[in-house]
């Protein structure tokens, strides 16, 4: 043990160098790690102007023709029967579940671009707390809420474009209901539930550079203890031949 510390000690140079060197990987990798990305994330609700989910029931109007005979000729009368039924919410969830995958479609990508131009980034969607099993079954939400994520090496960035997407999509369903002269009241409506929210993704850490840094200080300080064993040896024999000229160089005669 003692020979190891006067070997890092004789070769002190070596070490310096070490630690040099290990600080400069550690910054290497440090910087080969930086991949920070942030993530803005909104949810859209999928409604429609009865506001099923804001009513008990709803009024259904049934129109029914009936027929009655007068002599030979049949009169044809209209009426209509009212009740009230469970407000439809299936539908808009079944909406909220397909409409993910239009958020995400190259369509919607060069309509919002048309509109806002190119902002750098990625745009994920999903029906809030759908998901797929291990074997890649899709379970569908039983929500009418979507979550419509973006991704993009600066924050702003990533809010900008998942406020882009939103609206971009809203206005395109809107085109696309009137240009199929669907009536206001059979209308999906898209509605922004919450302003992006930005967290951050990735990033260096510390842990592997400060490793990779210590292995390479531990490599010139072994460096510095197989130098110190060899020049030992050498350095020993050198020392024992003085001593052996010394011993004779002092050694009394005999007289012949």
């Not at 930086?34 to 099923?52: D, E, G, M």
């Not at 929500?143 to 702003?156: C, E, F, R």
Request: net charge positive.
């Amino acid at each position: 043990m003692n020979s190891n510390v006067r070997a890092l000690a004789r070769f002190w140079w070596l070490v310096v160098i070490g630690l040099i060197a290990g600080a400069a990987a550690a910054t290497a990798v440090y910087r080969a790690e930086t991949n920070k990305r942030y993530a803005a994330t909104t949810q859209l609700l999928v409604n429609s102007p009865n506001a099923p989910y804001l009513r008990t029931g709803q009024t259904q109007v049934t129109p029914h023709a009936t027929t009655v005979r007068r002599g030979r000729k049949s009169i044809i009368s209209s009426g209509s029967d009212t009740s009230v039924v469970a407000p439809d919410t299936q539908t808009v969830v079944n909406a909220a579940n397909l409409y993910p995958f239009l958020i995400q479609s190259v369509q919607i990508a060069a309509y919002r671009d048309s509109m806002f131009g190119s902002t750098p980034g990625t745009v994920t969607a999903v029906a809030h707390n759908a998901s797929t099993n291990t074997y890649g079954v899709y379970h569908p939400s039983p929500l009418p809420i979507i979550d419509v994520t973006a991704h993009s090496k600066l924050a702003s960035d990533a809010s900008t474009l998942a406020q882009q997407t939103v609206e971009a999509f809203s206005k395109w369903i809107v085109a696309e209901q009137r240009s199929k002269g669907i009536p206001a009241s059979q209308r999906i409506d898209i509605q922004a539930l919450t302003a992006p929210t930005v967290t951050t993704l990735g990033g260096p850490k510390l842990g592997l550079p400060l490793f990779v840094g210590f292995l390479v200080l531990l490599g010139f300080c072994g460096l510095a203890i197989v130098l110190g064993r060899v020049r030992q040896p050498s350095a020993e024999a050198t020392k024992a031949g003085a001593v052996r000229a010394t011993v004779t160089s002092v050694s009394p005669k005999l007289d012949s």
